[in-house]
């Protein structure tokens, strides 16, 4: 059995799963490299729809900046074969674990600080081949930007959780790396961080990362090296080389993140309009984003964490907490009413029986 022919014998195994359990109504959960397992609830009964052997790279284009790959592929393999010929995942997707792949980076579309400045996992998805709800194998997009078709279909499958189909493969457009990077660090309250982000948008320097903690402000540089020392010497900080504050804060090893288990405080992503005042939360902050992704660490009510970011026009995700707070509150912000059933005619488009990840997303379905 050739290499090619046991990949098809992958899909077509995981496809008459799918189709057996629409046929019986059965709920499947899908599992990659089980990494983002924390993000939402996962359904005890349902049996496991696994992809993890779904692997390797399809295609790679280095000259037309283009990368394909099937769904199972581990992330850190992908940035590898990039890394090769001097090219990055532009949006700095997160691991959360050695065994990450790159089809649950995207179906979470989780993206690392570079996001407000290079985009997300929607804005360099090309592609994908899906396994939908009714058991067919269905392609979407292409391998260059100008071809559309299908292309939102790709983009919904990007943060869906994996709720409207399992994605088999996809493709993406990658950037090349940058030469040069540094960072600088400098005192700053929350206050002043938010006034400082507002002046670093019209200055037009070479910044890929902006972040504040502990009344500290962070702003990485990168490009070429007379570039960088150009705008270092317009900047406020002193300049350190390190790039392990980076890695930390997207893979959330920093302390702000590793707390005991026996803490009782959860972990709250939010998400709110630029330049948004800090908010009046009880908690433990850290800014990220440029002050648009927002980590709250606190013990305040679900209620009253929803309630001050909606006011502003934001949301709220409750990322880590306890058994008991996980099983009692929405994981994520419960849609406007027009988007619920926007979201509900999806599901019954591409998984009318309810297959795929059962109440992962929005606990009705």
Request: contains cysteine; glycine residues 8%.
């Amino acid at each position: 059995m050739n290499h090619s022919t046991n990949h098809h014998d992958i899909s077509e195994a995981l496809q008459a799963q799918v189709s057996r359990a629409a046929a019986s109504k059965e709920k499947l959960n899908i599992k990659g490299g089980n990494s983002k397992a924390f993000l939402g609830l996962i359904n005890p009964d349902a049996a496991v729809l696994d992809v993890s052997q779904h692997t390797g790279t399809i295609s790679h284009e280095p000259t037309e900046l283009v990368i394909t790959a099937r769904a199972g592929t581990r992330l850190e393999d992908i940035k590898q074969t990039l890394k090769a010929h001097y090219q990055t995942l532009a949006f700095e997707p997160p691991a959360y674990g050695h065994d990450a792949t790159i089809g649950g980076t995207i179906a979470c579309a989780l993206a690392g600080p570079a996001k407000p400045y290079f985009g997300g996992a929607r804005d360099y998805i090309l592609g994908c081949t899906v396994l939908t709800g009714h058991g067919q194998i269905l392609k979407f997009g292409g391998e260059v930007m100008k071809n559309v078709a299908g292309y939102d279909v790709s983009r919904l499958m990007t943060g869906a959780m994996g709720t409207l189909g399992v994605l088999l493969d996809v493709s993406l457009k990658v950037l090349p790396a940058t030469s040069h990077t540094t960072t600088l660090i400098s005192n700053a309250t929350a206050e002043e961080a938010i006034e400082q982000l507002q002046a670093l948008g019209g200055m037009g320097l070479p910044v890929t990362a902006s972040a504040w903690h502990n009344n500290k402000m962070y702003t990485r540089l990168a490009g070429s090296a007379g570039t960088v020392a150009a705008a270092a010497e317009k900047l406020p900080g002193s300049e350190s080389n390190e790039p392990e504050f980076w890695l930390q804060l997207r893979e959330h090893t920093l302390p702000f993140f590793t707390r005991p288990e026996s803490r009782p405080e959860s972990l709250w992503r939010i998400s709110v309009p630029a330049l948004t005042p800090p908010l009046s939360i009880a908690g433990e902050w850290l800014y990220d984003w440029a002050g648009m992704q927002r980590w709250l660490v606190s013990s305040a009510d679900a209620n009253d964490v929803r309630n001050a970011c909606s006011a502003v026009g934001g949301n709220a995700t409750l990322f880590r907490a306890d058994k008991n707070m996980m099983q009692s509150t929405d994981i994520f912000q419960p849609l406007p009413v027009p988007l619920m059933k926007l979201h509900r005619r999806l599901k019954q488009e591409f998984d009318p029986e309810g297959v795929f990840n059962y109440q992962r997303l929005f606990p009705e379905f």
